[in-house]
């Protein structure tokens, strides 16, 4: 059973239809038996990270996405909260990920919305994935490259489209918006084995 986590975000029946044409079960859930249960979690969303991490401490969800040990994946507004701090409204994040978020300055036009590609793909969720493959991004924020980035992406900056630290997945880009692409990404993970 895969588990989409319940939150106080948007895009989260776009990710459970996704899974869905896959062939897999899904739960959307915030119960943490459930999430814990799991044999993959999936952790989206498309919203605000202040209010995104109210919603997770109030259900002492913060702690328990941190000590999963199943494969997770996060997705744009997940993406971000598995950081470390966020610069939109100054929000202390999960911290799996030692890394800042940042609002892209605007210097073009912001959100980075639409199709874009990336590079520097080094994750088993991009097998068989090209590097001028495009995918689908919307976000005002983004995370800064480090030790975890395994994709890059460059809109006015470059930055981290994609992130791992052990059996935490992340993507900037929304897999379940991206066509056949983001269908192949997600089933990637779907089939990883830790």
């Known amino acids: 059973m895969i588990a989409i986590i ?4 948007g895009n989260i029946k776009s990710v459970e239809n996704a899974i869905m044409r896959l ?10 038996q459930a999430i814990q249960k799991a044999d993959k979690v999936i952790f989206p969303g498309v919203g605000e990270a202040s209010s995104a991490m109210q919603y997770l401490k109030e259900r002492d969800l913060d702690k328990l996405i941190v000590s999963l040990k199943q494969p997770v994946l996060g997705i744009c507004l997940g993406l971000q909260l598995m950081c470390k701090h966020s610069e939109e409204n100054n929000t202390d994040c999960l911290g799996i990920f030692d890394l ?4 892209f300055p605007p ?21 068989d994935i090209k ?32 992130l791992q630290k052990g059996n935490f997945y992340a993507t900037q880009f929304h897999p379940e918006k991206s066509a056949s692409i983001g269908e192949q990404i997600l089933n ?3 089939k990883i084995q830790l």
């Open 6 to 9: 319940q939150y106080n975000a």
């Open 23 to 32: 062939g897999y079960d899904c739960m959307i859930t915030d119960n943490k």
């Open 107 to 127: 210097k073009d036009k912001v959100p980075h919305l639409g199709w874009n590609n990336f590079s520097n793909l080094n994750n088993s969720i991009f097998q």
């Open 188 to 190: 990637n993970f779907l």
């Open 131 to 162: 590097t001028a493959d495009d995918v689908y991004y919307i976000h005002s924020y983004y995370a800064e490259t480090g030790q975890y980035t395994t994709a890059t992406c460059d809109y006015i900056v470059s930055f981290s489209a994609a």
């Open 100 to 103: 800042q978020v940042r609002k």
